[in-house]
């Protein structure tokens, strides 16, 4: 594992950290293979997020987040969630999933129903029209990861980045 190396103090790269070609100067004098492949993870992620939320959004006319929601109750048992699992399932706020829902109530694609067991909870299903839009993103999306995960990758690429990506997907790791 390579270690961080810095400029020394007083050498001209160091100078108020000013910006060349878009980087910090500091940043530009670091050599770190960690930094490398975190920022080729995080840029990997970034793109690949872009590509596919902006093709979601022209082909099924949803965002990504509406696509998270609607698969994460599609794929709960008895295809219903709680206002609070959904909010740990998509990682937003109790209040952000209440805005979220809000809208995509408004849009008809989900409806909240009073759970019958607690009435203090409320669920979250899908309504048809729900269904089928997430019939209609599942392929789309499958069709942006075909195109802009798998093609660029062949089956030894694919292999290893399963195996690592499971790993780092452990929990505990």
Known sequence: MSTATFPEQGDAVH???RAVGGTCEILAGIDD??????GLLVGA??????LLGRELEESV???MVWFDVLLHIGAAPEGRLTMSKLSTEVALT???VTRLVDRMVEAGMVARQNCPSDRRSVH???????RS?????IAAHIEGIDRHLMAPLDDKDRAALTVALSKLARPGC
Do not use: E
């Not at 992620?45 to 872009?50: E, I, V």
């Not at 979250?124 to 729900?130: D, F, H, I, N």
């Open 61 to 63: 006319g949803i965002p």
């Open 15 to 17: 100078d108020d950290a």
């Open 45 to 50: 992620q970034r793109r690949l997020s872009y």
């Open 94 to 96: 109790t209040g952000g």
């Open 124 to 130: 979250v299903v899908l309504t048809p029209t729900g």
């Open 33 to 38: 293979g960690r930094l490398r492949l975190m």
């Open 133 to 137: 839009t997430l019939g209609r993103a």
